[in-house]
C-alpha cells in the first residue's frame, strides 16, 4: 500500500503557472510509476501526465503538452506536476497515482493507487 497527498493547487488566473506536489509514503517509491489525472466538472477523470519507475521517461495529453512538465525527486518521494501558460479549460480536480508494474503502454493502464486531489481553478 502507498499512501498519495496532492498539494499546490488553488486559483490562478489565465496564463498563470501552479506546481503540483505528490508526496509519497508507505513503500519503496521508486517501485512504482506515477501519474497525473484531472478531472473536471461533468466529466470523466483524464490523463494528464506520467513518469516512469527511475524518471527517464515522460508522458503528456495532447492538451497539456508544451505547457505542463512531470518530474519526480526519488529522495523526497515525491512527483510533481509544472504548470505554465494555465487556460481555463485547465480548471479541474489534479489526483496523482502510482502505479507498480510494468506493461506495454503501461501509463494508459489503470494505476494501483490514488490520492484525494487538489482543486485547480484558472479563472479568465
Known amino acids: 500500500q502507498v499512501q498519495l497527498v496532492e498539494s499546490g493547487g488553488g486559483l490562478v488566473q489565465a496564463g498563470g503557472s501552479l506546481r503540483l506536489s505528490c508526496a509519497a509514503s508507505?513503500?519503496?517509491?521508486?517501485?512504482?510509476?506515477m501519474g497525473w489525472f484531472r478531472q473536471a466538472p461533468g466529466k470523466e477523470r483524464e490523463f494528464v501526465s506520467a513518469?516512469?519507475?527511475?524518471?527517464?521517461?515522460?508522458y503528456y495529453a495532447d492538451s497539456v503538452k508544451g505547457r505542463c512538465t512531470i518530474s519526480r525527486d526519488n529522495t523526497k518521494m515525491t512527483v510533481y506536476l509544472q504548470m505554465n501558460s494555465l487556460k481555463p479549460e485547465d480548471t479541474a480536480v489534479y489526483y496523482c497515482?502510482?502505479?507498480?508494474?510494468?506493461?506495454?503502454?503501461?501509463?494508459?493502464?489503470?494505476?494501483?493507487?490514488w490520492g484525494q486531489g487538489t482543486q485547480v481553478t484558472v479563472s479568465s
Open positions: 497515482a502510482a502505479r507498480g508494474n510494468w506493461v506495454v503502454n503501461w501509463y494508459r493502464k489503470p494505476f494501483d493507487y
Open positions: 508507505g513503500r519503496t517509491f521508486t517501485n512504482y510509476a
Open positions: 513518469i516512469s519507475w527511475g524518471g527517464d521517461s515522460t
